[in-house]
C-alpha cells in the first residue's frame, strides 16, 4: 500500500468509548484496535464476565430445586451473558429448562433490577445481571450450600 494513504479505523464501544486507530497498514492498523480492545474488556468487564467458567457440577446437581428465576440467575452468574435462546438451550443441556414461554412472559418481570440487556452485534438481545443480580445469585447459591470463592 502506498506510504502516503493514512488509513483511520473508528470503533463505537458502548455508549461513552470510542476508539480511533490510524496508520498506513491495514493489518498493523486491525492488530492494533483489537490489541487495545482486548485490554478494555479485561480492565473494565464484570468479573463473571472475565471468568466465564461454566456451572460448576455441585450446581448442577440441585437445578431440579430451582425456579426459572433462580436458574436464569446461575447461568449468567457462572456463565456470562446469555440471549433467551441461549438460556433456553443451555438450562435444557443441564437437565431443567427454563421455557420460551416464561422466558418470554416473565423474564422482566420477574428479574426486574436483576438483569440488564445489551443489543449484540447480530440483533438480538443479551441479558447480563446487574451488581444487585449478582449479589442475588450469590445469596442463591449460598441458600443451597454452594460455596463461592
Do not use: C
Amino acid at each position: 500500500m502506498d506510504e502516503g494513504v493514512s488509513i483511520t479505523l473508528e470503533l463505537t464501544v458502548g455508549q461513552r468509548l470510542k476508539l480511533t486507530v490510524t496508520g498506513s497498514d491495514p493489518r498493523s492498523v486491525v492488530r492494533a484496535a483489537k490489541e487495545v480492545l482486548d485490554v478494555i474488556y479485561v480492565e473494565l468487564a464484570p468479573p463473571q464476565e472475565q471468568q466465564r467458567q461454566g456451572v460448576p457440577p455441585s450446581v448442577i446437581e440441585k437445578l431440579p430445586k430451582m425456579s426459572n428465576k433462580e436458574i436464569v440467575l446461575t447461568l449468567l452468574y457462572f456463565e456470562g451473558e446469555m440471549s433467551k435462546e441461549a438460556i433456553n438451550q443451555r438450562s435444557k443441556e443441564l437437565g431443567k429448562e427454563v421455557t420460551k414461554e416464561w422466558l418470554d412472559k416473565k423474564l422482566y418481570t420477574e428479574m426486574e433490577g436483576l438483569i440488564s440487556s445489551v443489543e449484540s452485534g447480530e440483533g438480538h438481545k443479551l441479558y447480563r445481571l446487574t451488581v444487585y443480580g449478582r449479589q442475588k445469585a450469590e445469596e442463591v447459591l449460598r441458600s443451597l450450600g454452594i460455596s463461592l470463592p
